[in-house]
């Protein structure tokens, strides 16, 4: 019996008297220093890094004898991409609309230090030069009794957003979530709305504690290339995208208003209110955007299999999701370094995964398990989504989606936070998993940033599937208070999407591995419950027709 298919097999020979393998930290370790490396630089999306990550999992996918789970006989699903980086000279030019003469007058804002952006026409040269509307929030909740778009047109407009949602009032604590950020708070949706209504272009004001993070996180983020799905460029709906996604830092939006004799304050304190109307600010944006593009023929999602033992439940599937991919090479940082390692972020949950793989593969569950590394998550969680559209399984097959991004390396803890697990059955079984392990369930300590929205599990959760995203705890051992939250400090400010994000000395790879077996624990639960998890009824995506 050739190897890969004795290790399958030999559990079941054996019986229940075999103890399940559990993750390996020196092979996760190993895993993790590999994907972070400068060779790989920054694994970025459509570049030569990423091919090497992706084909890295591959071949780790084989090693380990998983079932090829892509179109072909093959690990490797293609995700079609249309990148496009914008000229770092190109400057936007807002100007009084009245008595305009030329471009000499006006603010000019520039590119990297003013405002970051790209457009969704896939194109390499768009020009916008179009009044400007702030639309406060950008919201339209008919649920909530909220409407930011009250008698406007702004078919051809630009269109400046506030990030976040409206904040909750004594009166209604739980508007739009409470200190819970909502979808309609992201700047997905605020894009997505402005789409449907016509826009040009959308001008998102940045504040550090709005997002949650500093600009340079947005400026490494948005200011290189970015991807959308690619778009046949015959659809005459690729011309109603926006032709400019932007953001502005909060000083150049002071700036920009000032030329309309407003001020940010009053602004943003009208838009709190039901009773906001867009103001029309008297103003004119231009901007001659000039992109290089690709289109990426050749980045994937790396889809692999271990086939449940159960001959009825086999069909049914947990999918456990890890994003490869990172910023790749860009901006110089402080000491002259241009690779976005991404080894937090997230060459731990590839890691993680892969250990995992490897542990199932030796003792299968009842149900099968996709292991799922997707691409181009930094874009806009671009592989999921493409997956979650174009399953490589039934799609009503999937029962429950787990997501590692990204996983401890800083202590040992004694909690862990399941993002999502309170919309569905998935609360019991993280809480039965936590109490085996005498750890304690600490729900999200950051709503307000809105991470659920932010990685793998969303597209997944979109669709009615049960998903979390298992996250690092708070409550670390030996650790003084205040400890947890000035790591995340430091994380969010130094290390985020920056340069820094790498190997270093103080990873504890024994934390890696904690977090690997809690995850590995809670997906074999799933995999081998009589039933499948089932969504909260009243969840906002829950579907009426879900099984």
């Known amino acids: 019996m050739p190897r890969a298919a004795l290790a399958l097999a030999l559990p079941l020979l054996l019986g229940a008297a075999v103890a399940a393998p559990v993750p390996a930290e020196r092979t996760i370790r190993a895993h993790v220093v590999f994907l972070a490396s ?11 890094g990423g091919e090497l990550a992706s084909s890295y999992v591959a071949t780790q996918y084989d090693v380990l004898g998983l079932q090829r789970g892509a179109e072909g006989d093959s690990y490797s699903q293609i995700v079609p991409l249309f990148g496009v980086k914008a000229d770092p000279k190109t400057e936007l030019l807002v100007k009084p609309t009245t008595g ?22 896939q194109t390499a040269s768009v020009d916008v ?22 008698d406007v047109n702004v078919a051809g407009r630009v ?3 506030l990030v976040n949602d409206p904040p909750a009032t ?12 909502t979808y309609y708070g992201r700047w997905t949706y605020k894009y997505e709305e402005a789409t449907r209504r016509g826009a040009a272009a959308v001008l998102l004001v940045h504040t550090d504690d709005g997002a949650g993070y500093p600009w340079g996180v947005v400026r490494s983020s948005n200011g290189g290339e970015r991807f959308d799905h690619e778009i046949d460029p015959k659809n005459p709906a690729l011309a109603k995208n926006l032709a400019l996604r932007a953001w502005v830092t909060e000083d150049a939006a002071r700036r920009l208003l000032a030329l309309s004799g407003k001020e940010l304050e009053p602004l943003v304190a009208a838009a709190a209110t039901r009773d ?14 000039k992109s290089e593009t690709q289109r990426v023929r050749r980045s994937t999602n790396v889809v692999g299999i271990v086939r449940g033992r159960d001959p009825k439940l ?21 000491d002259g370094d241009t690779i976005y390692n991404g080894a937090v972020d997230n060459a731990t949950g590839v890691g993680g995964m892969l250990g995992i793989a490897e542990a199932i593969a030796k003792a299968p569950p009842k149900r099968s398990v996709i292991f799922l590394a997707t691409t181009a998550e930094e874009q806009g969680l671009l592989g999921a989504k493409w997956w979650t559209e174009h399953p490589t399984v039934p799609i009503e097959k999937v029962v429950a989606n787990v997501n590692l991004d990204p996983m401890n390396v800083e202590a040992l803890v004694d909690d862990i936070v399941a993002l999502g697990a309170d919309r569905s059955s998935l609360e019991k079984d993280v809480a039965m998993i936590a109490k085996a392990r005498k750890l304690a369930v600490t729900p999200d300590p950051r709503p307000d940033q809105g991470t659920f929205y932010r990685s793998d599990h969303f597209p997944f959760a979109q669709i009615g599937i049960p998903a979390i995203s298992l996250k690092t705890g708070s409550k670390f051992r030996g650790k003084p208070a205040g400890w947890a939250e000035e790591r995340f400090r430091v994380f969010n400010t130094e290390r985020y999407h920056q340069p820094s994000d790498e190997v270093n000395g103080e990873f504890s790879w024994t934390a890696l591995a904690q977090h690997a077996e809690i995850a590995h624990a809670l997906i074999l639960r799933i995999a081998n419950a009589p039933s499948r998890p089932k969504l909260d009824p009243d969840d906002e995506f829950a579907r009426p027709s879900s099984p």
């Open 38 to 48: 400068d060779l790989l630089e920054g694994r970025g999306t459509g570049a030569r």
């Open 159 to 161: 269109v400046m957003i």
């Open 314 to 334: 086999a069909s049914e599937y947990v999918v456990v999701t890890a994003h490869w991919d990172h910023l790749g090479i860009g901006e110089p940082d402080a």
């Open 170 to 181: 004594a009166a209604e604590p739980g508007l739009f979530g409470g200190r819970a950020l």
């Open 276 to 289: 906001f109307r867009p103001v029309d600010l008297g103003l004119t944006a231009r901007v001659r955007l």
């Open 100 to 121: 305009m003469t030329g471009d000499s007058a006006g603010l000019l804002l520039g590119f990297g230090d003013d405002w970051v952006g790209s457009t969704a026409q």
């Open 129 to 150: 030069d179009a009044g400007v509307i702030f639309a406060g929030y950008g919201i339209s909740a008919p649920d909530a009794k909220w409407d930011d778009w009250k």
